[in-house]
Each structure stands twice: as structure tokens, then as C-alpha cells.
């Protein structure tokens, strides 16, 4: 007798058998948040260096950044987003904002983080 891992019942095995589940249903539940769980840290890290490159274009473009009226924001930093595309795979302005800001607030807040890090001493 063994006991099933993810819902703790008893289950029957031969004595050489390395069955940790009592049947598909349970292994399955495990597979499947062991792939959620890889997704989402896949995502954080693809986010995390969004967010890294984005900072540094913007240091990079700084004059660019900060000239950039809040109506012509889409065709300004559209040698940005088109990196973004080509290095990640990634051309939704909104996971782009929710991988800077954690959450998508539009391509405006996403130019003022940017003006922000601009106006830093950082620059």
C-alpha cells in the first residue's frame, strides 16, 4: 500500500513500483500545476527583463524619451516596442505595460515611468 500524493488515499502497488498517485486524475492535477507554476515563473523572468531593457532604453534615448508628446507616444517608441518583439516575442503594449508597471496602465503611464527615469540623476 502506498499513499497518493496529491489526495492522500491508499492505493495498491506491486512492491517495485514507484506509482506516486493513485490514478491519471491525480497525476494529472500535479502535471498540470507543476506547468502553471513554470509558466508563470517563465513570464516574471520574460517581465523582469522587459522592465531591466526598457530602463535602459531609456537612459539610451533619453532626449527621445523625454521629448516625446503623450499624443505621438505609439509612433515614438515604436523602435522600442519593435526590439521588444523581436527579442522576446512579445508586441502587446498592454503586457508590456503590466511587465514594467505590474499591471497595464496604457502606453501613457508607460511613457511617464520612462520620463521618470529620465529625470532621475540617474541619466
Not at 517581465?47 to 516625446?68: F, M, P
Not at 523602435?79 to 502606453?107: H, M
Request: net charge positive.
Amino acid at each position: 500500500m502506498k499513499t497518493c500524493l496529491e489526495c492522500g488515499r491508499p492505493f495498491d502497488v506491486i512492491i517495485t513500483s514507484h506509482k506516486k498517485f493513485c490514478g491519471r486524475t491525480c497525476s494529472g492535477k500535479v502535471a498540470i500545476k507543476l506547468a502553471t507554476n513554470s509558466s508563470v515563473n517563465k513570464r516574471k523572468q520574460v517581465h523582469k527583463k522587459i522592465k531591466e531593457y526598457i530602463i535602459q532604453w531609456a537612459k539610451d534615448n533619453k532626449e527621445l524619451v523625454l521629448g516625446t508628446p503623450y499624443n505621438k507616444i505609439k509612433t515614438t517608441i515604436r523602435p522600442l516596442t519593435d526590439d521588444i518583439e523581436r527579442q522576446y516575442g512579445i508586441k502587446d503594449i498592454r503586457v508590456i505595460s503590466k511587465a514594467v508597471l505590474g499591471e497595464d496602465l496604457g502606453r501613457k503611464e508607460l511613457l511617464r515611468f520612462m520620463k521618470g527615469i529620465c529625470d532621475e540623476k540617474l541619466c
